[in-house]
């Protein structure tokens, strides 16, 4: 199984849509959770770091299930702006290694 | 705002010629790894570093590579005699205190 597992994609959704990126992780004893995005050629960009409680900074909201070992982000009312390729990424523990999921493509039409 | 920096952005090379990849992560962060990034492929660890010396390391850094931190704020990777498939992205990055990880804008390799 692979360690952290991601949506294929593509998504192509028109602007205002809402979508949902889906990630599973295989290391049950994992830490610390994100989500990245990265624009074609780019580097990955901190978008946000997820919490047990979950949490939500404007349009994004991001949820985390330990117990399933499920890690979820949505994002309202997309714009142009927001596409993009989203990765999840997952560190065992502070200064082990990040494992990044493949990412999964959004592309926001007009 | 704080950022790690990489030089070069791009670096053409001969396949069994040397390379060195630079990073200036950011001053106060504590880890610091390089990830390879193969065109249409996912971002992978290489090596991470702290307390000038080698953390942990992936099986694909083989003695091929090797990093060192030579003068306290540079951060650099060396890749020997290198071959057609380490053509790729080569990102650094940093965390401090946060668990937060930071990457540099990357140095394309490409090697001919």
């Known amino acids: 199984r692979k360690e952290v597992e991601q949506d294929p994609g593509p998504f192509n959704v028109p602007e205002g849509a809402t979508v949902a990126f889906n990630c599973t992780y295989s290391?049950?004893?994992?830490?610390?959770f994100f989500w990245y995005r990265q624009d074609c050629r780019k580097e990955p960009k901190l978008l946000m770091s997820v919490y047990s409680s979950g949490n939500e900074d404007g349009r994004f909201t991001a949820q985390l299930n330990r117990a399933s070992q499920y890690i979820s982000l949505l994002i309202r009312d997309s714009k142009l702006s927001d596409s993009a390729t989203y990765l999840c990424?997952?560190?065992?523990?502070?200064?082990?290694?990040?494992?990044f999921g493949p990412g999964t493509r959004l592309s926001v039409l007009p | 705002e704080p950022e790690v920096t990489q030089t070069p952005s791009h670096q053409v090379t001969q396949m069994g010629q040397e390379v060195i990849l630079r990073c200036v992560p950011i001053?106060?962060?504590?880890?610091f790894y390089w990830y390879r990034q193969i065109l249409g492929q996912k971002v992978e660890f290489l090596v991470s570093?702290?307390?000038?010396?080698?953390?942990?390391k992936s099986e694909i850094f083989d003695d091929q590579f090797s990093v060192e931190r030579p003068d306290g704020s540079n951060f650099t990777l060396k890749i020997r005699s290198t071959k057609l498939e380490d053509s790729a992205m080569y990102f650094c990055a940093s965390i401090g205190s946060s668990y937060e990880q930071y990457f540099g804008p990357g140095t394309r390799l490409t090697v001919t």
């Open positions: 570093f702290y307390n000038n010396e080698i953390s942990e």
């Open positions: 990424v997952v560190n065992p523990n502070y200064g082990q290694n990040f494992v």
């Open positions: 290391n049950s004893a994992s830490q610390s």
């Open positions: 001053s106060n962060h504590l880890y």
